[in-house]
């Protein structure tokens, strides 16, 4: 059977079009697949879909809510995100450092850092503007307090510079800065993976475990700590970065196992009761008063175990039975989903845009459950179009620019 384990072909083809044989010395040592012109659609698939709850999650609570994952389980979006942009980001970039060296791929990494930084900022900047209209169009102040961006409001001349050391985030804003911080250590991090991957992520699990042991952080302001912790969510990359790097392979009997499997439906089900008590308060007692008391608080802050575990179980189904040669791939019923995975910097920074509008639309011209209904989807077709839009302006970029090197070449080739 196809899984994530199996080998991963041109997960990003314009940065990863090319092979080299990669000896293996040691049993951890990175190897990695031959390259097709064929992107791996399956991670697009869930990045996208991730992007798609994401949007749905910043929300009032609706119709659609009922659909995501976080009300089924310990997990979330989030999880599939970061795990997927540390497997993305290995995989193209731990390619480059072994064909190109590491210095020239700890330059494209830094340019990449950059990148998402300066969209951060823009969107904080848009943001900003958004709410501030808003809020002074309709005289109703409370969307500034909301959107956690009266401090600015207070002290924009000290707001400003906290934003750009990342300190100060409004809301739905925390997911940029811990990739930023995540990305900006990806090059040691493959460095060490080439030459160590079991320890390196052994290393990545013992900062975890000293995470929860000595409370480390980093601060917000004006006060508080991030909303996710680096320090804990670097697991989760790491942990991408080294499935990626041939611990997916590896893994392949462990996934395979019929044991591995009913281990993670059982704990699927065990933690899809515990969110039954969440809402329906006549079968909270017959949760045992034992289990309650060392389960809770579920931190997300700093990626709990359990939540952790829950992601685990639930990639474990789904690399299980979810073939890398299905046909529904290639379905246009999932294109734009695929399409905004593709898309995923743009498509998140339009979605948080997008969340913002939402509410102020609920809020001011109308709640119903209709209406968040039409809320909802409306943002995922905005959010569709857009990559399609990008993907559209991507092709005939490429298209244009093999034309202008065709034409140099013929050029070149007059003149010779």
């Given at each position: 059977m196809t899984s994530v384990a199996d080998p991963i072909a041109g997960a990003l083809p314009a940065e990863a079009a090319q092979t080299v044989p990669v000896a293996r010395p040691r049993a951890d040592a990175v190897t990695f697949p031959v390259a097709s012109a064929e992107r791996e659609l399956r991670l697009d698939l869930f990045r996208g879909l991730a992007l798609w709850l994401i949007f749905i999650d910043h929300l009032p609570p609706n119709i659609l809510t009922w659909f995501t994952i976080r009300n089924y389980g310990f997990s979330d979006a989030t999880e599939i995100f970061i795990f997927i942009s540390g497997y993305t980001a290995a995989f193209v970039y731990g390619r480059a450092m072994l064909e190109q060296g590491t210095l020239v791929a700890s330059a494209r990494i830094l340019k990449r850092v950059w990148q998402i930084y300066v969209a951060h900022i823009f969107l904080f900047t848009i943001f900003l503007a958004e709410i501030s209209y808003v809020a002074t169009s309709f005289e109703n102040p409370l969307y500034s307090e909301e959107m956690g961006i009266l401090d600015f409001l207070k002290q924009p001349d000290v707001t400003i510079v906290q934003a750009l050391l990342l300190r100060f985030r409004p809301v739905n804003m925390d997911v940029l800065p811990l990739y930023i911080v995540l990305m900006l250590f990806l090059s040691p991090i493959l460095w060490l993976l080439q030459r160590r991957a079991d320890f390196t992520l052994a290393l990545s699990v013992l900062l975890y475990a000293l995470t929860w042991q000595f409370d480390l952080y980093l601060t917000a302001y004006p006060n508080g700590a991030w909303a996710f912790n680096p320090f804990a969510w670097q697991l989760l990359f790491v942990f991408g970065a080294w499935c990626a790097l041939g611990g997916a392979r590896r893994m392949s009997r462990v996934l395979a196992s019929p044991v591995t499997l009913w281990l993670s439906v059982a704990y699927l089900l065990a933690a899809f009761w515990v969110t039954l008590t969440w809402y329906i308060p006549q079968i909270h007692h017959l949760l045992p008063k034992v289990i309650e008391q060392w389960m809770y608080p579920i931190n997300k802050p700093d990626l709990d175990?359990?939540?952790?575990?829950?992601?685990?179980?639930?990639?474990?189904?789904?690399?299980?039975?979810?073939?890398?040669?299905?046909?529904?791939?290639?379905?246009?019923?999932?294109r734009p989903m695929i399409r905004c995975g593709q898309h995923s910097l743009e498509i998140f920074c339009i979605g948080v845009f997008l969340a913002f509008a939402g509410h102020f639309v609920l809020a001011e011209v109308s709640g119903g459950p209709w209406m968040h209904l039409l809320v909802s989807i409306a943002g995922i077709v905005i959010m569709s179009s857009a990559a399609?839009?990008?993907?559209?302006?991507?092709?005939?970029?490429?298209?244009?620019?093999?034309?202008a090197k065709s034409a140099d070449a013929d050029l070149a080739g007059g003149g010779a």
């Open positions: 175990v359990l939540r952790f575990a829950h992601f685990l179980a639930l990639a474990a189904i789904t690399v299980r039975f979810l073939r890398k040669d299905w046909a529904g791939l290639k379905s246009p019923w999932l399609w839009l990008f993907s559209w302006y991507k092709r005939v970029a490429v298209k244009g620019g093999t034309r």
